[in-house]
C-alpha cells in the first residue's frame, strides 16, 4: 500500500448518504436534488486543480475531524497544497469527479482520485516533500500516521487475487461535500462515478481508501469496501513513544479508528 504517501483523508461530511435517482442530460451525469436543483458530475482537468483546491480549503480541512483532534489548521495547508493536488491531478490517468449545483455554478463535491500502477511505473506523488516537519508538525504527524496505518497491508492478498493480473489500483484519496448538500448522495455518487471510470482502464481490479472518519467507514463499507487493519487513535504512539491521541477523546467523538479498506472492481 502506498496512499499514504500520498495524502492524509477523512470525510467528516458523509454521516448521511442519501438514495437519489441518476439522470444523463446530453451526456452530462446529472442528479435531482431539493426539487429545482441539480447537481452536475464531471471529470476533474488537471487545469481545475486551483478551483478544487479551493474547495477543498474550505469544505474539507476546516471540519476533517481527524486533523482538528490534533490541531490542524489551514495555515499548515494553504502554501503548498494547490501545488501538491496540481502535482496529483497529473498523475497517470484522470479519474477524478466533481459535483457542482447548476443553479449556483458552486462545486459542492469532489472526488480525488489516482491510479497505481504496481508494475511500470514510479510511485505517486508523495506529500513528505511539500511538508517541512518543523514549519507543519501536525500535517508531518497525519502522513506518519497514515504510513504507520499502512505498514504491512497487502490488498491483493486479502481479496484473494490474483498478483499476476492485478497491476493497477484506484485509490481515493480525499472526498469532500459541502456541509450544506449532506445526505444528498452525493459522495455516493462521486465514489460510483471515480470507480466505473477506472474500470474502463485496463488491468485496475481493486480499489482501495483510507478512512480516518467513522462516517467515512461506514459510507465506503456500504458500498462493498471491507476492512484490512484498522488502529486505534488513542492506542497508537508515534515514532518516539508519544501517543498523539492521549486526551484528544472528546475532539475524535465517534471517531475512534482509522482504517484501510478495499474491495474489488
Same mark, same amino acid.
Given at each position: 500500500?502506498?496512499?499514504?504517501?500520498?495524502?492524509?483523508?477523512?470525510?467528516?461530511?458523509?454521516?448521511?448518504?442519501?438514495?437519489?435517482?441518476?439522470?444523463?442530460?446530453?451526456?452530462?451525469?446529472?442528479?435531482?436534488?431539493?426539487?429545482?436543483?441539480?447537481?452536475?458530475?464531471?471529470?476533474?482537468?488537471?487545469?481545475?486543480?486551483?478551483?478544487?483546491?479551493?474547495?477543498?480549503?474550505?469544505?474539507?480541512?476546516?471540519?476533517?475531524?481527524?486533523?482538528?483532534?490534533?490541531?490542524?489548521?489551514?495555515?499548515? =495547508?494553504?502554501?503548498?497544497?494547490?501545488?501538491?493536488?496540481?502535482?496529483?491531478?497529473?498523475?497517470?490517468?484522470?479519474?477524478?469527479?466533481?459535483?457542482?449545483?447548476?443553479?449556483?455554478?458552486?462545486? =459542492?463535491?469532489?472526488?480525488?482520485?489516482?491510479?497505481?500502477?504496481?508494475?511500470?511505473?514510479?510511485?505517486?506523488?508523495?506529500?513528505?516533500?511539500?511538508?517541512?516537519?518543523?514549519?507543519?508538525? =501536525?500535517?508531518?504527524?497525519?502522513?506518519?500516521?497514515?504510513?504507520?496505518?499502512?505498514?504491512?497491508?497487502?490488498?491483493?492478498?486479502?481479496?484473494?487475487?490474483?498478483?499476476?493480473?492485478?497491476?493497477?489500483?484506484?485509490?481515493?484519496?480525499?472526498?469532500?461535500?459541502?456541509?450544506?448538500?449532506?445526505?444528498?448522495?452525493?459522495?455516493?455518487?462521486?465514489?460510483?462515478?471515480?470507480?466505473?471510470?477506472?474500470?474502463?482502464?485496463?488491468?485496475?481490479?481493486?480499489?482501495?481508501?483510507?478512512?480516518?472518519?467513522?462516517?467515512?467507514?461506514?459510507?465506503?463499507?456500504?458500498?462493498?469496501?471491507?476492512?484490512?487493519?484498522?488502529?486505534?487513535?488513542?492506542?497508537?504512539?508515534?515514532?518516539?513513544?508519544?501517543?498523539?491521541?492521549?486526551?484528544?477523546?472528546?475532539?475524535?467523538?465517534?471517531?475512534?479508528?482509522?482504517?484501510? =479498506?478495499?474491495?474489488?472492481?
Amino acid at each position: 500500500m502506498i496512499l499514504a504517501r500520498v495524502l492524509s483523508r477523512a470525510l467528516p461530511m458523509l454521516s448521511k448518504v442519501g438514495q437519489q435517482d441518476v439522470k444523463y442530460l446530453a451526456g452530462t451525469r446529472a442528479r435531482h436534488s431539493n426539487g429545482s436543483k441539480m447537481i452536475v458530475y464531471s471529470r476533474i482537468a488537471p487545469s481545475d486543480a486551483p478551483v478544487i483546491a479551493e474547495h477543498m480549503l474550505e469544505n474539507f480541512y476546516k471540519f476533517e475531524p481527524f486533523g482538528l483532534a490534533l490541531g490542524l489548521t489551514n495555515a499548515e =495547508v494553504e502554501t503548498w497544497f494547490p501545488k501538491f493536488l496540481d502535482e496529483v491531478l497529473n498523475y497517470y490517468e484522470p479519474v477524478s469527479f466533481m459535483a457542482k449545483d447548476t443553479e449556483t455554478n458552486e462545486i =459542492v463535491g469532489v472526488a480525488i482520485n489516482i491510479i497505481m500502477d504496481l508494475a511500470n511505473r514510479s510511485p505517486p506523488p508523495s506529500m513528505k516533500p511539500y511538508l517541512n516537519k518543523e514549519k507543519q508538525p =501536525v500535517k508531518w504527524q497525519i502522513v506518519t500516521f497514515l504510513e504507520d496505518l499502512e505498514e504491512g497491508v497487502d490488498a491483493i492478498k486479502f481479496l484473494n487475487m490474483d498478483a499476476s493480473k492485478t497491476n493497477k489500483m484506484f485509490g481515493c484519496l480525499f472526498l469532500s461535500v459541502s456541509a450544506k448538500y449532506g445526505g444528498k448522495g452525493i459522495a455516493k455518487t462521486l465514489i460510483r462515478e471515480s470507480e466505473a471510470e477506472a474500470k474502463q482502464l485496463e488491468g485496475v481490479t481493486i480499489a482501495t481508501t483510507d478512512t480516518t472518519s467513522q462516517f467515512s467507514y461506514l459510507a465506503f463499507q456500504k458500498l462493498g469496501y471491507e476492512s484490512i487493519k484498522e488502529v486505534k487513535y488513542l492506542s497508537y504512539k508515534d515514532h518516539e513513544g508519544i501517543p498523539i491521541f492521549e486526551g484528544r477523546d472528546k475532539l475524535l467523538g465517534v471517531h475512534t479508528s482509522a482504517r484501510v =479498506v478495499a474491495k474489488k472492481l
